[in-house]
């Protein structure tokens, strides 16, 4: 069964510093893997998109990486904000004819001052 | 204005009643989906659409109804809501591209009493 596993399922940091998310999965083949910020009570936003080639993608302070090897991909926030405190969703497309996506439960971040 | 707009935003009912959640778009997409969020279970797909003559089932489909009038609109209805449908619900368009990457409305919060 193709499954998408993050962790932790939260997290508390202080402001200014790093963190990272992690996403093990099953889904293969696929052809990408997202990541997606969702802030409360709003829609997800996508951070970060990668092919299965690809070993990393930044944007911003958000960095994603992806280990085809181990089937891992993280999400490292550096210099963290007050405004990073957010649920964050690791979504795979797999590489089928049915092209389903794969959600996984999230981890949400807090950020104190 | 927002690219994918829900309505509404916020609904309590009572069990046993008839509801309805609208979502339309204007990012020209013609793939939409309807997802119910649950704390500790992610996002899970209800039904999606990728025309207008298109409806799917996804994982979860008991209960639950759709209607594509339009390219740009997508409503979920339940015709007999119950408690257990209590939840955060998220209308999604894609582009025909299949990129993976989900454009969410701000979601419509629904209680079932």
């Known amino acids: 069964k193709n499954q998408v596993e993050q962790s932790p399922q939260s997290l508390i940091i202080l402001e200014g510093k790093n963190c990272t998310l992690q996403c093990n999965y099953t889904v293969s083949p696929f052809s990408n893997l997202r990541w997606y910020k969702q802030d409360t009570g709003r829609g997800p936003v996508s951070l970060t998109i990668?092919?299965?080639?690809?070993n990393t993608k930044s944007n911003g302070r958000y960095t994603a990486t992806l280990d085809a090897d181990t089937k891992q991909s993280s999400l490292h926030i550096t210099a963290s904000q007050l405004s990073d405190s957010a649920s964050y969703i690791c979504v795979i497309r797999e590489q089928t004819g049915a092209n389903n996506l794969f959600f996984g439960t999230g981890t949400r971040l807090t950020v104190i001052p | 204005d927002a690219d994918v707009t829900q309505t509404p935003r916020n609904r309590i009912t009572k069990t046993g009643k008839r509801i309805m959640l609208e979502c339309s778009q204007t990012k020209g997409h013609d793939r939409m989906y309807w997802y119910r969020q649950d704390p500790g279970l992610g996002l899970r797909l209800i039904y999606y659409s990728f025309d207008v003559k298109d409806i799917n089932k996804g994982e979860i489909s008991d209960g639950y109804s759709v209607s594509r009038q339009a390219q740009a609109k997508f409503s979920l209805s339940l015709e007999s809501a119950i408690p257990n449908q209590t939840a955060l619900y998220f209308c999604a368009t894609e582009s025909r591209a299949n990129t993976g990457e989900l454009f969410f409305g701000e979601g419509s919060r629904l209680t079932v009493l």
């Open positions: 990668m092919t299965f080639s690809e």
